[in-house]
């Protein structure tokens, strides 16, 4: 059984930092894409980041020189970097994984349970 558990949201001022991370298990993920997704509320979900197997990586524009995106193969995991955050930037953040293109949301086909990031102003 595939999981994605996803790990340190929280709440931070403007301009602060925060770093996600999302444990994989159930499979090894060294071969598949995985990303970083949000979802605000009233809104629909939107990737924020995502790294193929072979380390190709997409940002959306919003976060482009602030969020970082990695992945630790042998630990299963994947990682956000969040620096220089906004209040724009709250929402629920979802880790994904195994699509078949990596930078597109509706191919990933296992989902974690999100995490909150509230950004206060």
């Known amino acids: 059984q595939v999981q994605l558990v996803e790990s340190g949201g929280g709440l931070v001022q403007a301009g602060g930092s925060l770093r996600l991370s999302c444990a994989a298990s159930?499979?090894?993920?060294?071969?598949?894409?995985m990303g970083w997704f949000r979802q605000a509320p009233g809104k629909e979900r939107e990737i924020v980041a995502a790294?193929?197997?072979?380390?190709?990586?997409y940002y959306a524009d919003s976060v482009k020189g602030r969020f970082t995106i990695s992945r630790d193969n042998a630990k299963n995991t994947v990682s956000l970097q969040m620096n220089s955050l906004k209040p724009e930037d709250t929402a629920v953040y979802y880790c994904?994984?195994?699509?078949?293109?990596?930078?597109?949301?509706?191919?990933?086909?296992?989902w974690g349970q999100g995490t909150q990031v509230t950004v206060s102003s």
């Open positions: 790294i193929s197997w072979m380390g190709n990586i």
């Open positions: 159930g499979r090894t993920f060294s071969n598949y894409a």
């Open positions: 994904g994984a195994d699509a078949t293109r990596y930078w597109h949301i509706k191919d990933y086909k296992y």
